[in-house]
């Protein structure tokens, strides 16, 4: 199993311009979560998914970010404008609908300048 | 929303050495996770609990899950380097599909 895929790995873009994070998770998963990380906030929610479909998305902080899973096998977290206070790291995760532990991928490190 | 108190926030012991940290919430928690961070990657899942009392190890880590469902704590004997990194604790209440994460616990380890 290659595990939870995300890219890219790392992305420094300017202020303003859009951004584009891609995930793929396990085959057979049904959940799907989308987590930022910062030094101050520690991992912080921002959207799940459950059969492709978004259940909850209260922790997105604002407009400029949004998700979607337009299949079973990928989703995307787009951040449109971006700016600097989006640098964080971005974590995919995604587990099977019985278990409750997540696996996470190796996350997208953000950096807007 | 629900709150994880996760402490202490950094440890920093000689190799060999035994640790211990734990969680609390104000709420009663369904499950109890524990989860390390090493650096550049995602957090890997270390120990699940289920019940309220369980006891489980995993190696040298031992977690238990608090009787009154609102704590947690997890051990690691004879600390060696490689368990260097960030150990998070994590839960959900009853019904609810999504885990909310302790602060982090940063763990040094001196040779």
């Known amino acids: 199993d290659a595990g939870v895929i995300q890219s890219p790995r790392h992305e420094v873009t300017e202020m303003g311009q859009e951004v584009t994070l891609r995930c793929k998770p396990i085959s057979g998963h049904d959940y799907l979560f989308w987590y930022r990380q910062t030094m101050m906030r520690g991992l912080e929610l921002l959207i799940y998914?459950?059969?492709?479909?978004?259940?909850?998305d209260s922790g997105m902080p604002e407009d400029r970010f949004s998700a979607k899973m337009p299949n079973a096998s990928f989703s995307t977290l787009k951040i449109q404008p971006s700016e600097p206070r989006d640098s964080a790291v971005y974590f995919c995760?995604?587990?099977?609908?019985?278990?409750?532990?997540?696996?996470f991928g190796s996350g997208t490190r953000l950096t807007v300048v | 929303g629900q709150q994880l108190n996760q402490s202490p926030q950094s440890m920093f012991i000689q190799e060999g050495e035994d640790v211990s940290m734990n969680c609390t919430s104000s709420?009663?928690?369904?499950?109890w996770l524990w989860y390390k961070q090493d650096p550049g990657e995602g957090p890997v899942l270390l120990i699940a609990?289920?019940?309220?009392?369980e006891l489980t190890s995993n190696g040298r880590l031992t977690a238990q899950f608090g009787i009154t469902r609102k704590d947690s704590f997890l051990n690691i004997s004879a600390s060696i380097p490689s368990d260097v990194g960030i150990y998070f604790c994590a839960g959900n209440i009853q019904g609810a599909q999504k885990l909310v994460f302790g602060q982090g616990t940063r763990l040094t380890i001196n040779p």
């Open positions: 709420s009663i928690f369904n499950t």
């Open positions: 995760a995604s587990r099977a609908g019985s278990a409750y532990g997540y696996t």
């Open positions: 609990l289920y019940k309220a009392g």
């Open positions: 998914f459950n059969n492709n479909v978004p259940i909850d």
